[in-house]
């Protein structure tokens, strides 16, 4: 993938390998992201090096990372045992009723100020450590998701196990509510099973919050169990309130690559991932730095930031569409939230 600049190309990509040939010529000081584990292991694993010349750690580095839930309530959920699946909770549970979803009976609660499951770390291996929900008429579940600070959200993932049955994946929808402000959102299936949200593009993502709601889960398997749905954890992505990134178009074809909110007179930093994750600089002036993208993670190009806000067209191939690009700024090292290709 390439990302040209209409009367800027100085940096020669080499996409098949994975790192900047002449990257030195458009911003010295910077050094190329670049492979170091040789060809039979090529795009799988990569060494990443940034240093942008006279960066110092800016505060909104921490806009960047990645928000921890340190608990979560739910409403209307079915108690561990529905459906013969089981699941964890460690706050005060209080049952509600008993009702049945799909011919399956369930007992229906209401779990607050505790943690489980859902942010225990593991994604979830089988039916015995991933959380079914009932959804139907009988039970709504709303989870409401408690960060350890104040955050803008990029992206929510809702994790499942792979293999083995008909259940996980069949998210196609729900509504987030952040800041008092709620939207739906279609999701997609990146990874098996692992229904991503996106809010990067979103009013939402420009909001910071310690609180994060989900509700009206949409099903849309076709197992027939049109009244449970799964998650077995709950992954969110920091954004950036201030410097912030937006990619549209189409993919393969052109693509926009648009900021606002930079500073002026800066050179910035097109960085590419193949998903969205945690990457930190290790060395050089802006060495802790967190990135918000992982895998393959390689520098496309550098632009300069004009006024504070602009954008730039560039040509993506099939082999980037459905991944992330974000953005570092040279001088604070501060990044904008990671937004994916379309």
Known sequence: MELRHSDQFAVAFRSKIGYILDIARVWPGLIDIHNQIGKERIMKQV????ALA???LGSSVALAQNPVITSYDIADAARSGFGGWAHTYGGTIV???SFSANGFSFTRADYSGGSGTLNDGSEGTSAGDTQLFANNANAHP???????GSYAIASITLYSFDSGNSIPGTIVACDVTIGGQTQSFNTTEPTLHDEFIDLSNSPLGNIPTNTVILDNFVWGGNNGLNEMFCIGEIGLVGGSTGFSLNVTGTCPGTVTVAWRNATPSRQLAIVFGNNQGNTTIPTGPCAGTQLGVQGSVRLVNTIGSGSGSGSVNGGAGTSACGHFLQLVESGSCDTSNVARIP
């Open 47 to 50: 060494s990443v090096l940034v």
């Open 54 to 56: 006279a960066c110092t």
């Open 142 to 148: 709303k989870i409401t998701l408690h960060l350890d």
């Open 95 to 97: 049952d509600t009723g």
